[in-house]
């Protein structure tokens, strides 16, 4: 294949691209508007699934190396109410199929799977724009290249989604504030012990932490809130205590064990709006460029949106590498199946954050837990 090909970022879902075609022979650069890969911390914990994100690592080449990074034990649930009262408690007995690994590791697992100079860093893309033949991307130091195939895996608010599509992601009415306890089963053994071994879910109408233990006694907790930006606009995140003070007020009445993920928060709180694109989001095709992950088909955290990130980048690198002289036939025939799969999880996702978050809450989650077990 002598097409030459650009992915502008370098999240998980553009490094599984880069990689699966590094595998098959055909060179790509990576252009990543982040300084260094160790610039900012990547997240904490990514369920990754049997059906979708472990199918990417497969195709990537690199499973037994993604085996190394698992943390044992964590695929526990546990879904409580508000006063603490635990409702539903899923074991994890070894047979789940979404192992638990940290963000950070498994895209550092797959930078480091790369050639040396694939990835371009401090590359921050201002704009770009079709060609006759291809496309040009500018970065904001004045710098541009051109390429004739452009992949826009930038996330959210993406730069190259233009060349395809007019849609904007929308705000879900939903906004969490991340929050960060470290040393927890000696300095908050009550929190510890209700968050467990792996992934809690407190759940209240416009309400809802969600909570992971991680490495070292760490938990790692989104603190969920369903109101306006405009609400949230009043509170400083510049500074800390009055904002922790402020999200800790809307928890009035909650156990202590579960309030002390927000009001014992060892990092400043960090809000974190939750946007997605239209369920049904699609394009008609347009040489010589495509989208993959959240540039394609954001959706509320729905534990997809790594998944399917990087299923995305595996399934274009596969079809680009199954057709050598045929980059259009490779696109249509990878739009093809991510759009009803990008569609599917969005309504799923919207459909999840309803269930969390709206005046049935717990109790609809419950019984769809109930029912699938």
């Given at each position: 294949m002598n097409t030459s090909v650009t992915i502008v970022g370098a999240g998980l879902g553009g490094l599984t691209l880069a990689r699966v075609l590094h595998v098959h022979g055909i060179p790509a650069a990576v252009y990543e508007a982040e300084p260094s890969p160790a610039s900012r911390a990547q997240g904490g914990l990514l369920d990754i699934h049997d059906y979708n994100g472990q199918l990417a690592v497969e195709a990537a080449g690199l499973t037994a190396e993604f085996r190394s990074l698992i943390l044992e034990g964590r695929q526990e649930l546990r879904l409580v109410s508000h006063d603490g009262t635990v409702l539903f408690k899923q074991p994890d007995d070894g047979t789940g199929g979404r192992p638990e690994v940290h963000r950070g590791e498994l895209?550092?697992?797959?930078?480091?799977?790369?050639?040396?100079?694939?990835?371009?860093?401090?590359?921050?893309?201002?704009?770009?724009?079709?060609?006759?033949?291809?496309?040009?991307?500018?970065?904001?130091?004045?710098?541009?290249?051109?390429?004739?195939?452009?992949?826009?895996?930038?996330?959210?608010?993406?730069?190259?989604?233009?060349?395809?599509?007019?849609?904007?992601?929308?705000?879900?009415?939903?906004?969490?504030?991340?929050t960060f306890l470290h040393d927890s089963d000696r300095l908050f053994p009550a929190t510890a012990e209700a968050v467990g071994g792996g992934m809690l879910l407190v759940l209240a109408p416009g309400h809802g932490i969600t909570a992971h233990r991680e490495r070292d006694g760490i938990l790692h907790a989104y603190i969920g809130l369903q109101r306006p930006l405009e609400w949230f606009d009043g509170i400083d995140f510049t500074a800390p205590a009055?904002?922790?003070?402020?999200?800790?007020?809307?928890?009035?009445?909650?156990?202590?064990?579960?309030?002390?993920?927000?009001?014992?928060?060892?990092?400043?709180?960090?809000?974190?709006?939750?946007?997605?694109?239209?369920?049904?989001?699609?394009?008609?095709?347009?040489?010589?460029?495509?989208?993959?992950?959240?540039?394609?088909?954001?959706?509320?955290?729905?534990?997809?949106?790594?998944?399917?990130?990087?299923?995305?980048?595996?399934?274009?690198?596969?079809?680009?590498?199954?057709?050598?002289?045929?980059?259009?036939?490779?696109?249509?025939?990878?739009?093809?199946?991510?759009?009803?799969?990008?569609?599917?999880?969005?309504?799923?996702?919207?459909?999840?954050?309803?269930q969390m978050f709206g005046p049935d809450a717990p109790h609809g989650l419950l019984a769809e837990f109930v029912a699938g077990t």
């Open positions: 895209r550092q697992l797959l930078i480091d799977s790369l050639p040396e100079g694939t990835v371009h860093w401090g590359h921050k893309v201002s704009g770009v724009r079709a060609l006759a033949q291809g496309c040009e991307v500018a970065f904001a130091d004045g710098g541009t290249v051109t390429t004739d195939l452009l992949v826009g895996a930038d996330g959210a608010w993406s730069k190259v989604r233009p060349l395809l599509s007019s849609a904007k992601p929308e705000y879900s009415g939903v906004s969490s504030v991340e009055a904002a922790t003070a402020r999200i800790a007020a809307e928890y009035e009445g909650w156990s202590t064990a579960l309030t002390t993920l927000i009001t014992e928060s060892a990092t400043a709180p960090v809000l974190r709006p939750h946007y997605g694109l239209p369920i049904e989001h699609r394009w008609e095709r347009v040489p010589g460029v495509t989208l993959i992950g959240d540039a394609a088909h954001l959706a509320p955290p729905n534990g997809e949106g790594a998944n399917l990130a990087m299923l995305d980048g595996a399934e274009l690198g596969l079809a680009l590498a199954a057709h050598p002289g045929d980059v259009e036939g490779a696109l249509a025939e990878y739009e093809q199946a991510m759009f009803p799969r990008g569609a599917e999880t969005a309504a799923e996702g919207a459909h999840l954050q309803r």
